[in-house]
């Protein structure tokens, strides 16, 4: 199964600021060196406040945004699954 290439660009902006245990203000990192994919990710991430970001330009996670954002992400492919099971098991009984 293909994964976009812009959720790759969340895990790598994700796992970058875990790696370096940027969870809060002090322990804030900078993200310098980032490719536009993954810019333009963390930009959704930032107005989504699971990233926040610090006057200095450091970046960190807000643990309890990136929670509920990994949630809502679940909860929206099990939805997606659950239907097109839905349309396949109609799909044929009528075929």
């Not at 969870?23 to 804030?28: E, F, G, I, Q, R």
């Not at 929670?67 to 492919?77: E, G, L, S």
């Given at each position: ?11 790598q ?58 949630t ?11 239907v ?12």
């Amino acid at each position: 199964m293909p994964v976009p290439v812009g959720l790759i660009a969340e895990r790598q902006i994700v796992a970058r600021l875990l790696r370096a245990s940027a969870v809060s203000v002090d322990t804030a990192t900078r993200l310098d060196d980032l490719r536009w994919v993954q810019a333009h990710r963390l930009n959704r991430l930032i107005a989504g406040d699971v990233v926040r970001r610090t006057a200095s330009d450091g970046y960190y996670i807000n643990p309890p945004a990136l929670a509920d954002h990994i949630t809502r992400r679940r909860r929206r492919v099990a939805v997606v699954v659950l239907v097109l099971a839905v349309v396949a098991a109609f799909w044929l009984r009528v075929v």
